[in-house]
């Protein structure tokens, strides 16, 4: 009953002057599961299932803007009229493992789930998804029909346990969900524990410590058979809810998953916009793919900022900000091109960056001397390279876990992304 009268009360609290989205959609979610599949030199997305849950989380303004570019978008069209009425931009995992040397040898298959309102007549779905020059590398569009039998329906029964961990007291606040992966039933206080130590840990850096009133958070008491998680550098396989494992593309930091259908389907009938997963184990790792997933360590001693440096990826779609001394890895980041993270740049479009924030006379690029002079400046080294890409400020929460904050040009990201969302 609980859970009722709480999910209710959402729906209560939506939009009333949401004319163009009552217009086209219905308070609920049309979820569409896709294959991303190739290698490096073809490249392809297959439809994968519909189904459907019985509340929207998601925007219900500025349903036709997206406002980073990402390395991906869905786009939803009235089929009749090719009216653009919801997208929104994303990343993958799939995109990240086709600049891998294994991508030049064999092909591989991806899960990618993505949420949009469900609508009230047919519309084509596009799905786009770009290289690292910006260029579209696949495409696929597809007709849904809301009456289609085959949409399945998920999330009316039989929902995950949940608590309520924070309550936005705004009309439409971001959804933020965390699950428990390696969490066995026996540990769940443990998890919710956890949980409430994560949010925290967000909620302790600017600028969400000022916009806590924006945000929900939902702790999802997802049960694994086994504790831990899988470490295959160390042979130790774990059965557990969503079968995350470290050494992601042999990198023995880097922990993810690929079954993201399994996610989605412990959270629905939960409303959510954006997911953390907590892994129940003490290895160092982590890791945060935009509009898609944050996965870290929870009983590592750098749990805390590590979680909030990966939330920074997946919510705010900001970049790495450190680099290799070692090798400047320019295949990452084109240097003729300007990244879409809102927090590197290659000068080649700085404008569009934190270059208006400048103090004035600040040197670009500014010397790593002279810090002092200019805490926000154009600090050569990030997104992996020594050269030729630069950062705002000599260091961030998206550099190094022993730095407390968010640097000013990231904060100035993350607070324009929480007003889009909620304003």
């Known amino acids: 009953m609980k859970q009722l009268l709480w999910l209710i009360g959402i729906c209560l609290t939506l939009p009333l002057n949401a004319q163009h989205f009552e217009e086209f959609f219905e308070h609920r979610t049309l979820r569409v599961d896709y294959i991303f599949s190739g290698d490096s030199k073809k490249q392809q997305i297959s439809v994968d299932g519909l189904s459907t849950y019985p509340i929207w989380a998601g925007k219900t303004k500025k349903l036709a803007i997206n406002p980073l570019k ?37 092909q591989r298959a991806f899960e990618n789930t993505f949420l949009v ?72 206080n443990r998890f919710y524990q956890d949980a409430e130590k994560a949010m925290e840990s967000i909620f302790n850096h600017e600028p969400f410590k000022s916009n806590k009133e924006k945000f929900n958070f939902i702790a999802v008491g997802s049960i694994s058979k086994d504790t831990g998680v899988s470490i295959p550098h160390k042979d130790r396989w774990r059965a557990t809810a969503f079968g995350a494992h470290f050494d992601t593309f042999y990198s023995e930091r880097y922990l993810t998953t690929r079954n993201v259908k399994s996610i989605h389907d412990a959270l629905a009938g939960i409303p959510y916009e954006h997911i953390i997963l907590l892994a129940n184990t003490d290895q160092y790792g982590g890791g945060g793919i935009y509009n898609s997933y944050t996965l870290t360590s929870a009983h590592h001693e750098m749990f805390e900022p590590v979680v909030v440096h ?79 890409i630069y950062r705002p400020a000599f260091d961030c929460r998206m ?17 324009k992304l929480i007003n889009f969302y909620t304003d």
């Open 117 to 188: 309102p469900f609508p009230k007549k047919d519309v084509i779905i596009t799905i786009n998804l770009f290289d690292i020059s910006h260029k579209r590398i696949a495409k696929l569009s597809h007709k849904v029909s809301p009456n289609d039998i085959l949409i399945e329906k998920k999330g009316f029964e039989d929902i995950t346990p949940y608590r309520i961990l924070q309550r936005g007291n705004v009309k439409n606040p971001i959804d933020v969900a965390i699950l428990a992966e390696g969490y066995t039933a026996h540990e769940m």
């Open 399 to 415: 550099r190094t876990n022993t730095f407390a904050n968010f640097c000013p040009a990231c904060q100035a990201a993350l607070t």
């Open 70 to 106: 990402g390395n991906g978008s869905i786009r939803v069209n009235d089929e009749t009229t090719g009216e653009l009425l919801y997208t929104y931009s994303f990343s993958s995992l799939f995109q990240e493992w086709l600049d891998t040397d294994e991508a030049n040898h064999i």
């Open 310 to 388: 990966e939330f920074g990826h997946s919510f705010g779609g900001l970049a790495d900000e450190y680099f290799y001394e070692q090798d400047t890895m320019t295949d990452i980041y084109p240097l003729d091109i300007e990244p879409w993270e809102p927090n590197i740049t290659t000068l080649v479009n700085f404008e569009s960056k934190w270059k208006s924030m400048l103090k004035e006379g600040t040197p670009i690029p500014t010397s790593s001397s002279d810090t002092k002079s200019y805490p926000l400046g154009v600090y050569e080294g990030g997104g992996y390279s020594t050269k030729g």
